[in-house]
């Protein structure tokens, strides 16, 4: 008898952790078995500098109601360099995240997003929403709130009626990825892809400091889970399914704000409005306050079209890892997948904001281990993209977003091993430079755990 009941308790301790370790929001982040460090470049030098600061995810604990996730928010992608004058560089936020396991909707009074973070995307790094602490102050016709600008009315907690956009105002400090650190938190206010992927590229900082991002858009497959809101439902990137049950092909999701038809702003600056900064690291920069630097430029507009998101810049429906359905946030792009206001979570939550960062864990919980769950693999699911091919000087390999490291190698017709290099965990691309090889045939060799798969390679200078 004693054995059956040890048996029973058994099987049920160990359905509830399966059923637990099915929940996305555990099993989903990224986890650094590698020992994988961060890295950045320094402006003026385009070899990006090692750091001894682990990257990605640490470790991943659970209880009955939540999940901790410690990370150090530092990217396996390169970040920096930050050329507004930002002297900050991304540094460790020795960070324990906490999440409900079972998010719910909010069906109180809206909580509006605020500054700092927000959510936390897979690899660890912070989520911001569109501020960036800057605002209009109207008794004094200037910017106040931020660096080099007098303090807002009311302190930096008070509502203002006018608030900057980090977008439009701060895209020459961000790096390629998409990303910039405010007192040394690294963090995105918007899509994580880098600026060169994009079908119009409207910052040229890639060409100098390359990088990849976190995920690359695929318009032709559902974008994958990308990050958390601290009210814990996931984040998706640009793509999805056409229609909520999951049917219809694969769409852009659109974003329900648009720019309002506006020609002045009440008690603000008029549209077009030349200001030019007088404190601050960009001092005696002038900037155009055209339609979107302020948030307040956009107005909601519902629209019955599956593809387009509510007023949080979500909706309820299928993807990949919640076949039953959840809601969901996407990253907003338009269509020349240029980031689109809200860009992730806002400016209103969906659901109960009881996420946080806590200094400790207070209570008894389970460790996740990503590197002992046992998964098939399909290399189709890479989605490996090689180009050129044939190619000249340089073969790029990109692939879908990875929770190992893809390593990659380049074999002449004789079998000799002739260049290596690798795509790190929560990265997408690799760039193999081919200008010291001979005309010919190569194999690339691509290597994910023991799994391995050699594709045809063409050099023809």
Not at 15 to 36: D, E, F, M
Request: a negative charge; one cysteine or more.
């Amino acid at each position: 008898m004693k054995n059956k009941i040890f048996n029973l308790i058994a099987f049920v301790s160990l359905t509830t952790i399966s059923i637990a370790q099915s929940n996305p929001i555990i099993t989903q982040w990224i986890q650094n078995h590698s020992g994988i460090t961060g890295r950045h470049y320094v402006q003026g030098n385009s070899t990006p500098i090692i750091d001894n600061v682990l990257a990605n995810v640490q470790n991943v604990d659970y209880s009955t109601n939540w999940v901790y996730v410690s990370a150090t928010g530092i990217p396996s992608y390169i970040t920096g360099p930050f050329t507004d004058g930002n002297p900050s560089l991304a540094e460790d936020q020795n960070a324990i995240y906490k999440l409900p396991l079972n998010p719910t909707q909010n069906t109180g009074n809206s909580t509006s997003t605020f500054g700092g973070n927000i959510g936390v995307f897979i690899n660890g790094v912070s989520l911001f929403d569109y501020r960036d602490g800057v605002a209009w102050d109207n008794s004094t016709n200037a910017l106040c709130g931020g660096p080099g600008n007098p303090p807002c009315p009311g302190g930096p907690q008070a509502t203002q009626s006018w608030n900057r956009d980090a977008i439009p105002a701060e895209m020459g400090g961000f790096d390629c990825a998409k990303a910039h650190p405010a007192m040394g938190n690294y963090h995105h206010h918007q899509n994580p892809s880098a600026f060169d992927l994009d079908l119009l590229v409207v910052s040229n900082i890639c060409d100098s400091y390359p990088a990849d991002g976190l995920y690359v858009i695929d318009i032709n497959s559902h974008s994958p889970l990308i990050g958390f809101a601290y009210d814990g439902f996931p984040i998706y990137g640009a793509y999805a399914y056409a229609n909520i049950d999951g049917s219809g092909g694969i769409v852009r999701m659109k974003s329900g704000y648009s720019l309002r038809n506006i020609n002045t702003r009440t008690n603000g600056p008029n549209v077009g409005q030349i200001y030019t900064i007088p404190n601050g690291p960009n001092a005696g920069n002038q900037e155009v306050m055209d339609l979107g630097y302020f948030r307040e430029d956009y107005e909601f507009i519902s629209n019955s079209g599956s593809d387009y998101l509510d007023s949080h810049n979500g909706r309820f429906a299928v993807t990949p890892e919640y076949p039953s359905g959840t809601y969901a946030y996407y990253t907003t792009v338009d269509e020349n997948h240029n980031s689109a206001y809200p860009y992730a979570v806002g400016p209103i939550f969906y659901g109960n904001v009881v996420g946080t960062s806590v200094d400790t864990i207070n209570e008894t919980t389970t460790n996740y281990d990503s590197s002992l769950t046992i998964n098939t693999f399909d290399f189709s699911s890479l989605n490996l993209v090689i180009y050129p091919n044939p190619s000249q000087d340089f073969i790029a390999i990109q692939s879908n977003l990875l929770e190992n490291n893809l390593k990659l190698e380049l074999i002449n017709e004789i079998g000799q091993l002739v260049l290596e290099s690798t795509i790190l965990q929560g990265s997408t691309l690799s760039i193999i430079e081919t200008y010291t090889l001979y005309n010919g045939i190569y194999f690339l060799k691509v290597s994910y755990n023991k799994n391995t798969k050699t594709y045809k390679i063409i050099i023809n200078k």
